[in-house]
């Protein structure tokens, strides 16, 4: 069983994804027997935040402070999230679980 994790969902206003990916990311936690874990929710509202924080875009899920759906060559900055399409909950699932 995986230990206690720290999960954010960052997004900007008006984003259409976001709160699929919270969906998604509630029922993989479930599926794992960490209902209860604590998804932090950080609104981004600025090209400057974005830069500081990193936001690889609208939304992004961070698993212990590291994006594990970013790719190398993905962009930061104050935008959508290009996904193919959102993490679905197996994939959310195989990363909370630490690929087990």
Known sequence: MMGVVKVELLYFEGCP????????????????GQGAVTVTHRVVSSPEQAERVGFGGSPTILVDGTDPFARPDDPVGFACRLYD??????????VLSGGR
């Open 85 to 94: 399409h959102i993490p679905t909950v197996e994939q959310m699932r195989a």
């Open 17 to 32: 994804n976001w709160q699929i990916a919270e969906t998604r990311l509630r029922e993989a936690l479930g599926a794992l």
